[in-house]
Each structure stands twice: as C-alpha cells, then as structure tokens.
C-alpha cells in the first residue's frame, strides 16, 4: 500500500526561521548520522523516517560520510525517499556534508574546490537527487583558503545543486570570516551546526553572537550528549546502550559518578516538569530562540514521538533555568 502522510502533519510541529533568511526550519528534526547505514535494517528506517514526516518533521540531515559504511546512510534515505516520498520533494528539506575521508588519495577529504564538487555530486547520485537543499562544509581545513572553500560553496548553488549553504563545526572567529566572505560572494550562509546541550556549551562563548549579529540559523547536534540526557543512565551504564558498546562516541569512562549525579538530578527537575529528561534537556537547548532547530537520532519510532513530544512544553520558570545552571555546576 502506497504511505499516505498525516494530513494535519503541519498543525502540530513549530517551524522557527533560520536567520534572516525566507527558509524556516521544524523546531526538531532528524538526523541520519546513525542506524541508517549499511549494517542496519532498511524497514526500520523507512519507519523512522515515514514517522518523522507525519509529524511534521520536514528536514531530513545527511552527510556524505553517514553510515557505516561511508555513503550508506544517503543510499538507504535514497531508498526510501523515493519509495515513499518522492511526492512530497517539495515539502522536505534534506542536506548533506562534506569534509570528512571519503576516499583515497589527497582529494577526498576536508575543503578543496575539487573534493566539495565531486562529493556532492557523489551525494546527489547516491540519493537520486537533483539537489539538495542545504550542503554544508563539515569542517574546517586548515590547509585551503577560506576563499576557496566558500568559493566552492557559492559555485555549487549557483550550479543548482544546493538551494542553501551552510557551515558545520567552524569556530565564532572561522564563522565570522566564512560569512563575510559568503556575503560579498552573494551565498549568504544560511546555517550553522554545531555541537551543543547541557553537558557542552561551547557555542555560548562567541558564536551564538557571531551567527545572531550575521543573520544565521543554527541546528544543534547532539542535544542529548550522545544519549547521556536520557533515561538510559539513570542507573549505570548498560551493557547494550552506546557507552556499553564499542562506540566511539561515548565511552562508559565518560559516566562517571560525578555525571551521573547530575543526571538524575536533571531528571528530578525534569519530573517535576511533567518531562522525560530528554524532553527536558531538548527544550533547553531551543529556550530564548538563539536555535532553529533540534536536530535528533533515533533507532526506533518510539524515539521520535518521545522527542517531539517536548515541543508541548518548550517554557522554563526563572526558577526551573537557575536550578539548571545550579546542577550543572555541581
């Protein structure tokens, strides 16, 4: 039976505008960096993502070198866009990356002109897609000139392969000069993503006002410190959660007593506020309207229901922000 998509999907997801810019973004959306890949269930995905469509979720993130294995992540949501989707191309936002190892030799990684074409063009056949709507740099390079990165960055939308720019994992001062260079180039930058939630604050010492004073949205990654925000360390660590396994994005050695503290007091608080924690800790990272958007991991559609459901519930109390700062100081 052919997926018929909820037809009050817009009533019930906000959409925040990202920067100055015409574009609004839904205030969570879905990130593919993990459990899309090669090694993982194709139904399960088309689940997942069928889901976050009913519920307004429209941006769909990627990136060249989502997987395992690199590339498998954009042929699986190629799979599944086209199956399922691919009446509503217009409705969704998707985006990809570039700027991590992708292939041999000194060509296929960081910020050349060469790399930046020839892996969106990678993407775009991976994905089935004539463009995608936001490509962004992934990282910095310390090697290239700024110019040419963003160089590159204005050409590919000027060849219709990206509606938007973007920029990921740049510092306030290499966002500062990035954007500069953008906005005489004519691609204004549209977004920046950047790590960020209660456990790593770092865009707060500069770059929120770099990205507000330049008229740029931002998408938060890893709003749930790589699921330390959740209920799932509430007693421990797990043998089959993330920090339980042979994952390199958290480590059991990264709980520790001292943080786990925390957690279950930021639950507490939660609680008290009729929230998961992750509710809870999504919430804050959207609070006062410096984010556009949330963007999220899942590994089952359970996940994604739980998560917008904290939209419900996006105000904190001076009371309930102070006694925040004050657990997180502990």
Partial sequence: MAYLPEQNRYEQMKYNRAGRSGLKLPAVSLG????????????????????????????????????????????????????????????????????????????????????????????LKRMNLEYVDIFYHHRPDPDTPLEETMAALDHIVRQGKALYVGLSNYSAEQTAKASAI??????????????????????????????ETDGIGSIVFSPLAGGMLTNRYLNGVPADSRAGGPSVFLKSDQITEDKLAKIRSLNELASERGQSLAQMALAWVLRGGKVTSALIGASRVEQIDDNVAALSRLDFSAEELHAIEEILAK
């Avoid at 953008?182 to 993503?193: D, F």
Wanted: glycine share 10%; charged share 20%; with cysteine.
């Fill in 32 to 123: 593919l960096w993990h459990n899309f890949g090669g090694n993982d269930r194709l139904e399960n995905g088309r689940a997942m993502v069928r889901r976050a469509f009913d519920l307004g979720i429209t941006h769909f993130d990627l990136a060249n070198n989502y997987g395992p294995p690199p590339g498998s992540a954009e042929e699986m949501f190629g799979q599944i866009l086209h199956q399922d989707l691919a009446a509503y191309r217009d409705e969704l936002i998707i985006s990809t990356k570039a700027g991590y190892y992708m292939w041999e030799g000194p060509y296929g990684e960081w910020g050349s002109r060469k790399y930046l074409v020839s892996s969106l063009d990678q993407s």
């Fill in 182 to 211: 953008l906005k005489q180039l004519g691609t204004p930058c549209l977004i920046h993503q950047p790590s960020y939630s209660m456990f790593n604050r770092w865009i707060e010492d500069g770059l929120q006002d770099v990205l």
